[in-house]
């Protein structure tokens, strides 16, 4: 560790110091250090008083930078920083000013720094082996109940797995028992929410249907069908229930396995217009519909139709041929799915690649950079 931070010192001082703070806070974990010494180090390297409270048992406690305990509750001054964690514990740095270059890195792992003092981090560590259990389809019922007791989830409650890939973008994070799940596709996030969860933000992300603790595989698996079927930017977000139990069929599907529709959907992807018009088509009630959804005169879309139906060798629009195509559309997407493929290295600040891209993967790369605040460049 001494040597890397030599080296990044000598590129980037200010990396540097975010390396320092990270190693020092993790010494402090490892030590067992008391919450008054947390926030000791936290106000030494900020140079400011830092402070955390905790709901239960009620407690608040700020520390100067010369580790001197300040009486009384913390500021209210809008320009102090805080971190509020979502187990009832804050933490917050006292500063006159402007941010620091450092301040949210030390707020964030002094946060996790106290979590762990108190008792969350340990116990999430420890409950790390029933989540799998709970998502686990080789788990039986009663082992599941037994997992999800020992998670604190009621066994007459209804819940969602909610998964998202490891380098997905949050802008708030649901309460609930998580963990980090290996699945074929590549290791993903899980948390365990209620069946009517508080609303938050991710992407890509895929929520699962709503079941009792005894089959929460389940929901495992429509969350991961979920997940594989986002696109951004039009759905970054994909909650089962909007498939219905279309969803529940290709969770317990062996998509690899030959299917003459789905293969035929593969034929009409490799025209340009070939996705676009059959998610337009599955969507709309009629080619006048389609034809207003992909902005074309429906004479346009009825050539277009003309070539799908004779590719397929049925007419979409008459009896069970809507059907049909979506259940093939939607296993295409699962088959061609890049979702959990891990982005390329990149630049500070930028999204980079070693290969060529499709005008569709520049496309979603091009989405999920933005919500991450990054620019696209040299993709092609």
């Known amino acids: 560790m ?15 110091l975010g390396l320092r703070v990270i190693a020092c806070f993790d010494e402090l974990i490892v030590g067992n250090v ?20 905790q709901s239960v048992p009620p407690r608040t406690l700020r520390v100067t930078p010369k580790g001197e305990a300040v009486q009384g509750e913390s500021p209210t001054d809008s320009s102090n920083l805080h971190v509020a964690s979502e187990d009832g514990i804050d933490v917050w740095l006292e500063r006159d000013g402007a941010a620091g270059p450092n301040d949210a890195l030390i707020l964030e792992r002094l946060a996790l720094a106290v979590r762990i003092r108190n008792g969350r981090g340990a116990r999430e560590i420890d409950n790390r082996r029933h989540l799998g259990i709970l998502t686990g389809r080789e788990s039986t019922p009663d082992e599941r109940l037994t997992a999800a007791s020992a998670l604190g989830l009621s066994a007459t409650g209804m819940y969602r797995l909610v998964v998202a890939p490891l380098f997905a973008v949050w802008r708030n994070h649901p309460a609930g028992p998580e963990d980090v799940i290996a699945t074929p596709f590549g290791p993903v996030h899980a948390v365990v929410v209620p069946e009517r969860y508080p609303p938050f933000g991710a992407s890509p992300c895929g929520i699962g249907t709503a079941t009792s603790p005894d089959s929460l595989d389940r929901s495992f698996r429509t969350a991961m069908v979920a997940l594989r079927l986002c696109r951004a930017p039009k759905e970054p977000q994909v909650v089962a229930d909007s498939y219905g139990g279309l969803i529940e069929l290709l969770a317990d599907a062996d998509e690899h396995a030959p299917h003459s ?11 340009a217009w070939g996705m676009e018009t059959i998610d337009a088509v599955v969507a709309a009630q009629s080619v006048r519909e389609a034809a207003r959804l992909l902005n074309i005169h429906h004479s346009t879309l009825q050539g277009r139709i003309d070539t799908i139906t004779a590719t397929l060798g049925f007419n979409p629009f008459e009896g069970f041929g809507r059907s049909r195509l979506g259940a093939a559309f939607l296993l295409h997407r699962l088959r061609t799915s890049t979702v959990l493929d891990l982005p390329a290295a990149a630049a500070p600040g930028n999204v980079a690649a070693t290969r060529s891209f499709s005008a569709a993967e520049l496309a979603e790369a091009e989405s999920y950079a933005k919500e991450a605040g990054g620019d696209v460049e040299h993709l092609s």
């Open 2 to 16: 001494q040597e890397l931070l030599g080296r990044i010192a000598r590129l980037d001082p200010s990396a540097s």
């Open 34 to 53: 008391n919450t008054r010494a947390l926030l000791a180090t936290a106000a030494a390297l900020a140079g400011c008083t830092a402070g955390s409270r």
């Open 261 to 271: 529709d789905a293969d035929r959907v593969e034929a009409i992807a490799h025209y």
